[in-house]
């Protein structure tokens, strides 16, 4: 890209120092709209540029065009080039960072960037970037703590980034920092809705922030509403108001700390509709106070007197279109990522096929003891009959699931371990694989083990205690009235001695010669995210996700070395497990949103069925290339139970495989690239697939209501290939013009002819 340009224009660095006047608003030619305002940006120059223009300093690109003050060092002015949208569009409310420093008897002692002496101003036109040094910092109960912040942001061809160095000598602990600090996110111009959109468990959650606004931290616990998504579950979130958005993502993939984003509504609800929601202003101001939306990158950096550390890249974008262009911003990213796991060794054929699985729950903590061990023979012969390739035997552990963690040992009451593997033989000799459901996050509290050893391995909060997960119920009315739960103790990934631990039960689940292990809670801690166990040998206190990795790359040393075709499963993973867990088991809503489909299109989803007739959640696996998980009576029965799932999950498996190369090999588009017309307007119940070789593209559509037949027609853009049509009730071909009358809960497929 253009370097001349650049080096032309400036080649040397600008120190800028502020007593060169106080900042001046970027001109802009305005339009007011209800609901936001549009600017008419004068450069249209698609090179990213660093530059000053009247005294400002100015990041621009194609996409976006960004103004800082020099005096205060805060983002004045960011405005989507695109649609003319001023995201940041008040420079009054133009924040810089943020950090909390407690002190001995003031915890929330506050650092605001905003109120610091001005900062030391470097701008570096040849690398398209700036930095902004604070040196000294006041707080608001101790002045002057000898904390250096180094601030950077660089322009890039598509994005803004935002790095720090932060060197402490204050004498405290900085426990986080909030970098950058987006003092105002107006609302898109026209938009009716304004949604933060960001990654839950494979699946997209909403939170709304206009009209209403949903508070997350309770009103007793924070001074305005207040919206956060986690790293590493949430690696990103938007802004969307479906027309388009902003995207802020978090472009690290060391997990060295937590990150966390925050949306806080200032100076909070017009009219509240509980003490967790609301609606807020649509003027300027109210009660005097400009209404704004902030939106912050937490870093949480625990960093201690006499330590330097920096900040990983946060990655700012506007974007134009549905959230999928949003979200394309973190997929630019994640293709950079290098090769681990299955990306670097072959996930083992049969689950890259199209196939379904069996669950089967063999013993909860109230010891059904429901199925000797080499009973589950006849659980293979059922799978064997209805060509289903794979069963999970779940609670096969001492005491029963979610009991006696970590425990892998086989339970005696069930059987012997010779047992249990011979019945895994004899089921895989029926040509039916067999997954162990392992758990390495918990250890169970009310366990000798526990008492006499495990505790040390345990995550520790601030305080020295251990975290407390209330567990889960299971069977008697004792337990559903939550009075004889096992309590689960989240453990310490980050602590090589707990690992071990783990590693050697993994060990003793891997010697029983099944196929493959489901890690069942591997994406997450309860709410636990740091350790402060000052025993364990990770930093002071330790990130424990990063742990997860570590843990993830031993297990698949260990089957590498003695089993290089086992699977190695889990649930629900975060996005950086997905390249050590080949499938992500998961559970989904009627009004699920693929997500994660979208963001990786390759990687292996599966999903729990349950309902008798469960044929929408069939449908929606057909349309976001779930694998099925068959689980009658809650994954307690046989699949004989639910005859008519059963049969229709048969149906959808037999027409995918027909037509594998588009539905199952075919990249997934969600509802990109086609559209498809109903009575309801909003209609979003479809998904695009195209082969990647030829470009042919398969349109699923399914009807979602349980009672009404609909008229569906799909429109594909620049469509030159005559269409079929198939259905899972009639797989055979047949010429399409693109229209179907859809039946309740029914599914059509259409896909373009091949040469
Ligand atoms: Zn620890």
Redesign the pocket.
Known sequence: MCRQRITHLVCFFILWFLNHGPATPLQAAETISRAGRTAEVSNSSGSPLATLVDGQIVLENKNLRAVFSPKSGSLVSLVSKQTGWEVQRRPELGRNFRMLVPLPERRNNQVLGNEQKAPRVRLDPETRSISFTWQGLDSEHAEDLNIQFVGKVRITERHLEFKAKVSNQSGHTIETIDWPYLGEISLPPRATYFDHLRLSYCGMLKSPLYPEFKNEAGYWGADYPLQFSKHPTAPFVLADSGQQGLYMGYHDATLDRMLMFTFRMKPGYVRTDFFNSGTIPVTDKISGEPVRLELNAVHFTYLADGETQSLHPIVVQPYTGSWHRGVDCYKAWRETWSASGYDSHELPGWVRQVHSWQQIHINSPEDELQVKYRDLVQYGRDCAEHQVAAIQLTGWTLHGQDRSNPSHDVDPRLGTEKDLAWAIDQIQKLGVKVVMFNKFTWADRSSDWFRRELVK????DPYGDYYVHPGYRYQTSAQHANINLRRLVPM????TS?RNIALAEFKKSLALGADGMLYDENQHHGSTHY???P????RH??H?FA?DLVLARQFHQIKQQQKPDYLIAGEGSFDLQIPYYGISYIRIPRNHVPLHRYMAPDSHIMIGIFGHNDRHLINQALMYRYIFSYEPRHYKGRLHEFPLTLDYGKRVDRLRRKYHDLLWEGEFRHTVGAKVHTSDKTFDSYSVFVDRKSGRRAVIVSNPDPGKTISVKVELPGKTRPLISATPEDPRPVASDGRSVLPALSAVVFMEQGS
Request: charged content about 15%.
């Open positions: 391995h345990a995550a520790k310490c990934p980050a602590s707990w350790c402060f166990d025993s364990h040998d990770h206190p330790g424990i742990g």
